[in-house]
């Protein structure tokens, strides 16, 4: 049995239970005195086999025998299986071929379809199939009047690499059909003319198949024959105009109780009958109303009768029958008796709905005191009572409170932490934005999992951090700690990082010197209030671009404290566990792990060299011994390069005595001991004295590269050393932050 009567088999199976469902209204398909039928096939309107009979020709059925109807506008006899008036019609299409024999000889076609406007392949019910194991497939058909093509490509070495039941390229591929494809033509060819494949595969095929009555077998590389047709599915509709101007045009063609709605594959409409109702909707009166009645009883009560409406039905008690109304329905008794079964399905149904509605209120009542209980267990561990208790005793008198945020809050603020209100991620955790209830936008920082054993020494650095108020330094507004990861809510800072100017943004081209002198001034103005003016004294540790936070007027904050240590008063040092980022880290405090705040001095000279070169803290494309962006800023000034490594747009602005002082500052603050760097108090002092001083033009803007270095030169000590700055680069595994 070949390839097409297997097809066949299937189709025409569809096609008999598809007649018999329509058999009841056939006589109401065609218009009065047209022909309804041409053999099997019906003849729907607006479709019809005379020029009265159909809308226009692009529905011309030329019915030339008993058994089939010919498909006139299509290029060639169409034949035509079947016309739903619900937009489809089946059709059998040619195959594309191209086969060989043992001689070498070529046999192929290009079948085509050309078809009227209202005519459109049917992206629902077909798919694009190729069959064979040295093929190449295509589509070629107009898309929104254009030119369109798809294909795929099948191929294999034996017929034992082909898999039953498979189209994904080993033997057969299959390809989705896009909407709105109209005149198509097939086309298949080979690579190699099947010489290695030719004896079990010597075509190549090509087809649109209705996608329900394919399904591959290794049957069919030997078994499809040329020039053979298989069903596929064309969708159709009225016209080009959707039915909200079809509706004002004369030609509208849906009739009395239908409905019109646009064609979703392609231009045009359609109509269907309401519901109620059935027939052609497309014929003025063809929409007939539906005796729901018969020889249907759509109502449940025995004791009911039917009465048949317009669109729809009603039922009523018989005679002798009153109506008796339960809270699950309506039901028809005797009257004059009170049915005992009525009265103990009454009770037994109010039982079970009471029994379901008391369950339904326990069940929630133990699931709320459940999570209830749940939150006071993450407060208690994370150390809330410990924090309000803190916070009372700290704020008194205070006009400024931190808020211990509700778990509710936050969640109503980030969408329920939804991923479009991610602002931030790291190793630290996640930043959230968040719109409070007052309209207020925050940052919300959700931190990685909080030892117990340090819970009171979070809730000792949340304390002090609460009492910051500096203008440079990002606001901790309060904090949540009913989850199982406590939550810290910052005010929220619009411009991004400093690190995403310098390095990600172009916008950095455009940002001029004056305002980095300013971030740079602003970022040690606080680091100096956190080393002095706090109380106790914080060392952030974590000093980097990418924490210093930018505004709308590119004023500077200095933010994420989630390594910072509190200094006590009467200790210089802190002995810990090396923690910070790489690039920024302070060699001596890598080497002793004793940090001090003339570690944070050192990280802040490589944010002051970021400023200044624009280059990355750590690359592995600069010398080993210069990775670092200290060490490689440190050798540049030895060896007489500053000038190469410098942003071309600095030199450019003529602020030649500002960066020479910049560049001084920068160097003092990576020196190698930390008692000779300078303090933060020291180290902003100098910048603001610098933003003060009126700038000076280069002597010359025409100097020689060689002029200018000499000219910076200045700033460095001709016996400058740079010896023990390699310890940066050779250090041992330590715990790090995120190197963001």
């Not at 729907?44 to 692009?58: I, V």
């Not at 071929?97 to 392949?121: K, V």
């Not at 109620?276 to 003025?284: A, C, E, T, V």
């Amino acid at each position: 049995m070949d390839f097409y009567r297997i097809l066949m088999q299937v189709t025409w199976a569809g096609v008999i239970l598809a007649e018999m469902a329509t058999a009841a209204v056939a006589a109401q398909l065609a218009k009065p005195n047209c022909q309804d039928r041409c053999g099997d096939v019906g003849i729907p309107y607006p479709f019809g086999t005379t020029e009265d009979c159909y809308l226009d020709e692009s529905f011309f059925i030329n019915c030339t025998t008993s058994s089939t109807g010919n498909f006139l506008p299509f290029s060639g006899e169409t034949i035509v299986q079947n016309i739903s008036i619900h937009g489809q019609l089946d059709i059998l299409m040619y195959t594309a071929n191209d086969c060989y024999n043992e001689t070498g000889s070529q046999s192929s076609n290009q079948p085509y379809l050309t078809t009227a406007d209202i005519f459109t392949i049917s992206n629902t019910q077909n798919k694009f199939v190729a069959v064979g194991c040295d093929t190449n497939a295509f589509l070629y058909a107009t898309r929104n009047s254009k030119s369109f093509y798809l294909g795929c490509v099948s191929s294999c070495q034996s017929i034992s690499d082909v898999i039953n039941g498979s189209c994904s390229g080993i033997g057969c591929c299959e390809v989705e059909i896009p909407k709105g494809l109209k005149k198509f033509s097939l086309e298949s060819t080979s690579n190699e003319n099947h010489t290695g494949v030719l004896s079990f595969n010597p075509c190549s095929f090509a087809f649109v198949v209705k996608r329900d009555l394919f399904n591959f077998s290794s049957y069919y590389l030997d078994s499809l024959r040329y020039n053979e047709t298989v069903p596929m599915v064309l969708d159709w509709a009225i016209g080009n105009d959707t039915c909200k101007y079809a509706q004002t045009k004369s030609g509208y063609v849906c009739g009395g109780n239908s409905t019109c709605y646009d064609s979703d594959n392609g231009n045009g409409y359609r109509c269907r009958c309401n519901d109620g109702y059935d027939g052609n909707p497309y014929l003025h009166d063809g929409c007939q109303d539906i005796d729901e009645c018969n020889p249907l009883r759509p109502c449940k009560d025995t004791n009911q009768i039917c009465t048949n409406l317009a669109g729809s039905y009603s039922c009523s008690c018989r005679e002798g029958y009153e109506e008796y109304r339960l809270t699950i329905g309506t039901i028809c008794r005797e009257k004059g008796k009170q049915s005992r079964t009525i009265i103990i399905a009454l009770g037994v149904g109010i039982g079970i709905i009471v029994a379901l509605l008391f369950s339904s209120w326990i069940y929630i009542v133990l699931k709320r005191k459940k999570f209830i209980k749940l939150k006071e267990k993450y407060f208690q561990q994370n150390g809330g009572f410990i924090l309000e208790r803190r916070l009372n005793n700290s704020q008194r008198g205070s006009h400024e409170t931190v808020k211990i945020f509700t778990a509710e809050e936050l969640e109503k603020a980030t969408k329920r932490y939804d991923e479009s209100r991610i602002i931030g991620r790291g190793g630290f955790g996640v930043v959230y934005k968040g719109f409070l209830s007052d309209n207020r936008i925050v940052a919300i920082k959700k931190s990685k999992i909080v030892d117990q054993k340090q819970a009171e020494q979070f809730i000792n650095e949340v304390v002090v951090l609460s009492q910051i108020n500096h203008k440079h330094i990002v606001k901790l507004l309060g904090c949540c700690l009913e989850t199982q990861v406590p939550l810290l809510v910052y005010e929220f800072v619009p411009k991004g990082t400093l690190f995403q100017y310098i390095h990600q943004d172009s916008s950095i081209s455009t940002l001029p010197w004056e305002i980095r002198l300013r971030i740079a001034t602003e970022t040690a103005e606080a680091l100096w209030y956190l080393h002095s003016a706090a109380s106790p004294p914080i060392i952030h540790r974590d000093v980097k671009s990418s924490n210093i936070l930018l505004d709308d007027n590119f004023t500077a904050k200095v933010s994420d404290f989630g390594t910072s240590r509190l200094v006590p008063q009467d200790e210089m040092l802190l002995a810990t566990v090396v923690q910070g980022t790489l690039g920024y880290l302070d060699p001596e405090y890598l080497q002793t792990n004793q940090l001090t705040e003339k570690s944070d001095v050192y990280s802040f000279g490589v944010v002051l060299v970021e400023l200044l070169t624009g280059k990355n803290v750590l690359s592995s494309n600069r010398p080993e011994e210069e990775r670092s962006l200290a060490a490689h800023f440190l050798s540049s000034l030895k060896n007489h390069r500053l000038f190469e490594i410098l942003e071309n747009h600095i030199v450019g602005e003529g602020n030649e005595e500002q960066i020479k002082e910049f560049v001084e500052i920068a160097m003092s603050c990576l020196e190698v001991k930390g008692e000779e760097r300078p303090t933060m108090k020291e180290v902003a002092i100098r910048l603001d004295g610098l933003r003060k001083r009126k700038k000076h033009p280069w002597v010359n803007v025409d100097l020689h590269e060689e002029e200018a270095e000499n000219l910076l030169d200045a700033t460095c000590v001709a016996s400058f050393e740079i010896a023990g700055y390699d310890s940066i680069n050779n250090h041992v595994p330590v715990a790090l932050g995120d190197g963001r």
